[in-house]
């Protein structure tokens, strides 16, 4: 497995498409838009103000994560260099890397945090304690 890094983790904008009549159209697809394939998708939404989610990390799976509604931060970090992106628009997100340890927080109220995914879940690609994420991190 390759070892990335922050500077492989990087906000993406996707093509935005707009009518003045009818909103906004934004397109991901599979071989164009992302790195990868997207195999899942999930999004958090009511989550409640004052709490985080992620504290993981994953061993083998790269995603793209989109404020589709509201706003948060995603905090980053390699295990040397910690880096904070604030998603609030529809049309950018946030490329996350395998080997990324990140933590969700600033919801705002009303947020929808999707997420595409470059796998389906599974259990084993995730690490979800810090000190075996650095331990991990040391020996890829």
């Not at 999004?43 to 509201?70: C, K, N, T």
Request: aromatic share 12%; with cysteine; proline share 3%.
């Amino acid at each position: 497995m390759k070892k990335y890094s922050l500077d492989d983790c990087l906000i993406i904008d996707l093509d935005k498409h707009h009518s003045d009549r009818k909103g906004n159209l934004s397109v991901v697809e599979n071989g164009l838009t992302l790195p990868f394939d997207v195999k899942r998708v999930y999004y958090l939404y009511d989550v409640p103000g004052g709490e985080s989610r992620g504290a993981h990390a994953h061993r083998e799976l790269s995603q793209f994560i989109v404020a589709a509604s509201g706003s948060f931060s995603v905090t980053l970090t390699d295990g040397n260099e910690r880096r904070t992106f604030f998603l609030n628009r529809p049309y950018k997100g946030l490329l996350v890397r395998p080997g990324m340890w990140r933590d969700l927080d600033d919801f705002s109220s009303g947020a929808v945090c999707m997420v595409l995914a470059s796998d389906i879940y599974k259990e084993e690609d995730y690490i979800r304690d810090y000190e075996e994420f650095l331990d991990f991190r040391r020996n890829v």
